[in-house]
């Protein structure tokens, strides 16, 4: 293998796996928050807007960890300065 | 195959215009042109105009939230975090139109958006509680927590632009891959997908801005929890309004 098969077979991989095993932990804590909201509203209704506002920021805080790991994993295929970097080196 | 709505469409001597500048001053247009003619014929009557009544619906929604989140009048802020949540909303919708980009989907927007909140928290708490109540705000719990909450400051900006730009590009880039070797009807329920994703980013965007603004302007305590005890001797003019 030349070194530009490696670049790419290490790039696609590396994303693959990075968004499979950074999108993990935020599902984990998102259902359980989103469980946790379910049971507060259900115990109390009249909380609903507060409860319902409080959840979608945290959400969007534990959002934030997988969209990092995407938005690597979007850069490794399609904007990978290696790539670029090698590409530029021989001149094709 | 680009992330980014970036490419340059036409260009003068140094001034590039892509197709992110285009398509924010499309929606800048839609935003001020829409209002301009809305706002002409504003009657307090008992029959309102359309228009009036989708503003008004807006314009209360927006104040009550803010009241909520905030736990204070929402005059001062309303101009600056209305405007963000427009803008991204407008932004966001417009994406089901064929042959548009969402501004948003490209990082230098969400950029120049966390910015602005970047810029805003500071100046609203500097108004609110001066330079030196402010300032006391990072050596909140001790000293120790100086760097960690300078370094929270630039973080916090950096996952509200990276949230905003993740989300809507990812709905764009699922949507251009599917529309690749699916045909019809998976894009469009992705697409419809895209717009529920899309007005929840831009009510997170706001609310957090909010948040991070409240948080600023009220002695270093959350909106959300309420201590008596330090806020007797406080110089807020803010009626705080505890709804328990």
Redesign the interface.
């Known amino acids: 293998m030349d070194s530009d098969t490696v670049i790419a077979a290490v790039s696609i991989f590396t994303a693959g796996i990075t968004i499979a095993i950074g999108s993990v932990g935020p599902a984990l804590g998102e259902g359980r928050a989103l469980a946790q909201a379910l049971s507060a509203i259900a115990q109390q209704p009249d909380e609903a807007s507060t409860i319902t506002r409080t959840l979608f920021v945290g959400l969007a805080m534990v959002e934030s960890t997988a969209i990092y790991c995407f938005v690597i994993s979007m850069i490794l295929i399609f904007a990978n300065p290696f790539w670029n970097h090698f590409l530029q080196a021989t001149g094709s | 195959?680009?992330?980014s709505p970036d490419v340059p469409l036409w260009q003068w001597e140094w001034i590039i215009l892509n197709r992110t500048i285009l398509f924010t001053w499309l929606v800048m247009a839609i935003l001020v042109i829409g209002s301009w003619f809305i706002t002409r014929r504003l009657t307090s009557g008992p029959r309102i105009s359309r228009g009036q009544n989708l503003l008004e619906v807006l314009v209360m929604g927006l104040r009550n939230?803010i009241r909520?989140?905030s736990q204070q009048e929402p005059g001062p802020y309303m101009p600056f975090v209305g405007t963000l949540f427009l803008f991204i909303v407008v932004s966001n919708i417009l994406s089901i139109v064929p042959g548009y980009d969402a501004p948003t989907s490209s990082i230098s927007t969400t950029a120049a958006l966390a910015t602005c909140v970047f810029v805003a928290v500071p100046i609203y708490g500097i108004a609110h509680q001066g330079l030196p109540g402010y300032l006391k705000q990072y050596i909140k719990p001790s000293v120790f927590m100086l760097p960690f909450n300078i370094i929270g400051e630039f973080s916090r900006t950096l996952?509200l632009a990276?949230?905003l730009?993740?989300?809507i590009?990812?709905g764009s880039?699922i949507g251009a891959i599917l529309l690749g070797f699916v045909p019809l009807f998976v894009p469009i329920l992705m697409q419809a997908f895209g717009l529920l994703t899309g007005m929840?980013?831009a009510?997170?965007f706001a609310?957090?801005a909010m948040?991070y603004i409240a948080s600023a302007t009220q002695n270093g305590q959350g909106p959300?929890e309420q201590q008596d005890t330090e806020n007797t001797d406080s110089d807020t003019t803010s009626t705080h309004t505890t709804t328990s």
Do not use: H, P
Request: hydrophobic fraction near 50%; charged fraction near 10%; aromatic fraction near 8%.
């Open positions: 195959m680009n992330i939230q909520e989140v996952a990276v949230r730009y993740g989300n590009m990812s880039v929840i980013q009510y997170i609310v957090l948040v959300t």
